[in-house]
């Protein structure tokens, strides 16, 4: 019976040892940890049957059984030991990082141009104490165009100009509705400048877009003249293109202004010799002003009686173009970054 037992406890313990040598990862050790020394493992099964042992054979069968136990949990220990080393010299290879390849370089972005001078215009008003105010680019016709003295049969009101939603609903055509709704909301005095998006149904070539930019201003007071409508563009001018700039005002004809007129700009390029960008004509035709039409004024519920203002609007898009020297409108707009790392 003992030699039979040794035989058996010799037996395992070889097994097992080749088991644990041959085990390629952690899950195979535990398996034959589990088959050999758990409750229900090998060894275990032999020591149950150590009752059956006379108390000579007993101390021999018990001292081999603990030196195979001490062999194999020694085996176990250092293959697991062994195989978390590899596991973590594979991690670190799998995750290393080949400092000999070019790095990525990380391109910073920048405010668009028209963002920048955008930002310019916003800086120039409100110093001069205007206030920026926005309102919703689809908009109620009354505030586009009726009270506004544009009234039916009036070109821009034409489905050929304007995009239409529905009969009273359309997409801006002009900033001038915050004005609008600015002087419905608020009493006298009122300085804004309302700069946004605006609509119209132009074909999209170098100089024309169905969607463009504008910025609009407002102004109303007691005692406001055109004097005052030609001081604050000089001001704003000299400020964006340097204090040799002169205007020039023509006399035109806008329903909500009166009188009104078309404001052209000296070449700050030429000095007003005559260019390539002036056209050779010395003016640039920049935007469109006005003292605000009395009856506007009543249509808002503003007494011209004791009231009088100023409007005038530019295109964003113009602005940009003439101090960036850009040709082509469409370049604003199809954002090609060989364009836009230039500004």
Excluded at 120 to 130: C, E, P, Q, R, V
């Amino acid at each position: 019976m003992i030699n039979e037992t040794l035989e058996q406890l010799n037996r395992l313990e070889a097994e097992t040892l080749k088991a644990v040598e041959d085990s390629a990862d952690l899950n195979t050790v535990n398996d034959v940890r589990v088959k050999m020394l758990g409750k229900k493992g090998e060894l275990t099964a032999i020591l149950k049957t150590m009752g059956k042992l006379s108390a000579e054979e007993r101390p021999v069968i018990g001292a081999r059984a603990n030196e195979v136990r001490e062999a194999v949990e020694a085996a176990i220990t250092a293959q697991t030991a062994k195989l978390k080393a590899l596991g973590y010299e594979a991690s670190v290879k799998a995750e290393a990082i080949d400092v000999t390849l070019p790095g990525k370089r990380r391109h910073t972005g920048k405010a668009h141009p028209m963002s920048m001078v955008l930002d310019d215009l916003k800086a120039i008003f409100t110093a001069m104490g205007y206030t920026v105010v926005s309102g919703p680019e689809i908009e109620e016709t009354r505030f586009v165009f009726d009270m506004l003295n544009t009234f039916e049969g009036h070109p821009a009101r034409d489905e050929r100009d304007t995009f239409y939603i529905e009969d009273s609903i359309v997409l801006r055509t002009q900033t001038s509705s915050v004005q609008i709704r600015t002087m419905l909301e608020n009493k006298p005095p009122i300085a804004i400048i309302s700069p946004g998006r605006v609509f119209r149904r132009d074909e999209f070539d170098a100089t024309h877009s169905p969607v463009f930019h504008q910025c609009e201003a407002l102004v109303v007071d007691k005692n406001i003249t055109f004097a005052d409508l030609k001081g604050t563009l000089e001001t704003f001018m000299k400020r964006l293109y340097g204090d040799s700039v002169k205007l020039l005002f023509r006399p035109h004809n806008f329903p909500y202004t009166e009188p009104s007129a078309e404001v052209d700009l000296s070449c700050f390029k030429c000095g007003g010799s005559g260019c390539g960008m002036c056209k050779g004509e010395g003016w640039i035709e920049m935007l469109g002003a006005g003292v605000v039409h009395p009856q506007v004024l009543r249509n808002c519920g503003i007494d011209p009686e004791v009231y009088s203002g100023f409007a005038f609007g530019v295109g964003l898009e113009r602005i940009t173009m003439m101090r960036y020297e850009i040709d082509d409108l469409r370049h604003l707009y199809e954002n090609d970054i060989r364009f836009l790392r230039q500004f």
